[in-house]
């Protein structure tokens, strides 16, 4: 789990939280942006934020376990991922132990996802997300979902969490799925 200086901190904190509910154990490293983004965005100090994973690292620790592809994961999520950590992810630019982490899912072949957060994008965002997706990174940008007919912020935090742990075959919490929870009605079936 890795927490970069992206607005949307809580996305950092609800995957966090449901990977704690899940039993999976979690290593976090976070930027300085991130800890900065934090203390704007959240009530949570550093510590607090940091005891919510099994194990965390300094951001410059570059000889930690998630530096080296000998050290087993099921894979990465970054999240939020801002475009300067996208970028240095795109160029193999492995300064921190974040980018190294990141760099290392990458050669392995482990599922890395990047939660990225800006908007407007311009060319260079848009070509490092290329970039990282021919890499074989998804880009995960967490786009509310407004067919589930959210109510609360906490309820699009969720769904968005959700659908990118699904993408490690985590299956985190029940939320409203098209076509399961959520069913057509019957003058779109029609149309159908
Ligand atoms: C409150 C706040 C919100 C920010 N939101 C974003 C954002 O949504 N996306 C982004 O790419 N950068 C955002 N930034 C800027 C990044 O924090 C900045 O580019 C920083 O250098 C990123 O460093 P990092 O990638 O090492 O975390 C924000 C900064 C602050 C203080």
Request: hydrophobic share 35%; charged share 40%.
């Given at each position: 789990?890795?927490?970069s200086g992206?607005?949307?901190i809580l996305y950092g904190v609800k995957a966090l939280q449901l990977l704690r509910d899940l039993n999976v154990e979690t290593h976090l490293v976070v930027s300085k942006a991130g800890h900065l983004t934090r203390s704007?965005?959240?009530?949570l100090t550093r510590e607090e934020l940091e005891a919510m994973a099994d194990i965390s690292y300094p951001i410059n620790d570059v000889g930690a376990a998630l530096s080296s592809g000998s050290f087993s994961t099921m894979g990465m999520i970054v999240a939020p991922c801002s475009m300067r950590t996208l970028a240095a992810i795109a160029t193999g630019v492995s300064e921190s132990l974040l980018t190294r982490a990141a760099d290392v899912a990458l050669?392995?072949?482990?599922r890395l996802v990047l939660m990225i957060r800006e908007t407007p994008l311009h060319l260079?965002?848009?070509?490092n997300m290329q970039a990282v997706t021919e890499c074989g990174a998804v880009v995960f940008p967490p786009v509310p979902a407004f067919y589930t007919r959210p109510m609360t912020l906490d309820d699009i935090v969720t769904h968005s969490v959700v659908r990118a742990l699904d993408l490690f075959g985590l299956d985190a919490k029940s939320i409203p799925r098209w076509g399961e929870t959520i069913k057509l009605c019957e003058k779109e079936r029609a149309i159908a």
């Open positions: 789990m890795a927490i992206a607005s949307g704007h965005e959240t009530d050669k392995e072949r482990r260079l965002h848009l070509r």
